[in-house]
């Protein structure tokens, strides 16, 4: 009967186990502190190691999607065709009938405040003119005087 050498073998696993751990985590520090651009792909490929494990390790799939996310350039905004964009003098245009509009809408706000003034005024002067007398129109409250 041959000998048990199966600890021989799980101790083996165990090391390149931990090895390959090892490499990973030294990739991604070593990608993340060059401004490597960090995916599954590059990691594996730095570290030497399978995707698909890299996908299985939940701490290392972490840090990886961390770190992909962090480096992930913002998209540019879709640059506007050239027949699209407004020319200089075009937004020249624009700028003075937007202050031609604004100088006439503060006329007429002008006029309409005079305008506002004038009918109080004459609505006050017809409400002066149209009492009698000095009397007022209703009966007061009697004046109480001095205890």
């Known amino acids: 009967m041959p000998a048990?050498?199966?600890h021989l073998i799980i101790a083996a696993a165990a090391r390149r186990a931990a090895s390959t751990r090892r490499r990973a985590t030294a990739a991604l520090?070593?990608?993340?502190?060059t401004g490597?651009?960090?995916?599954?792909?590059t990691v594996a490929r730095e570290a030497?190691?399978?995707r698909s494990w890299l996908y299985?390790?939940?701490?290392l799939r972490a840090e990886t999607e961390r770190l992909r996310a962090r480096y992930r350039p913002v998209p540019a905004a879709r640059p506007v065709p050239d027949?699209?964009?407004?020319?200089d003098a075009s937004l020249l245009r624009r700028l003075e009938a937007a202050t031609k509009r604004n100088q006439q809408l503060e006329a007429e706000s002008r006029d309409l405040r005079e305008a506002l003034a004038l009918a109080l005024g004459e609505r006050r002067t017809a409400e002066l003119t149209n009492r009698t007398g000095d009397t007022p129109?209703?009966?007061s409250?009697?004046?109480i005087g001095p205890c």
């Open 4 to 6: 048990d050498n199966s």
């Open 56 to 59: 299985t390790q939940p701490d």
């Open 137 to 139: 129109r209703k009966k």
């Open 36 to 41: 490597t651009v960090i995916t599954f792909e």
């Open 141 to 143: 409250a009697a004046v």
């Open 83 to 87: 027949r699209q964009r407004a020319s």
């Open 29 to 33: 520090r070593r990608m993340d502190a």
């Open 48 to 50: 030497g190691v399978s």
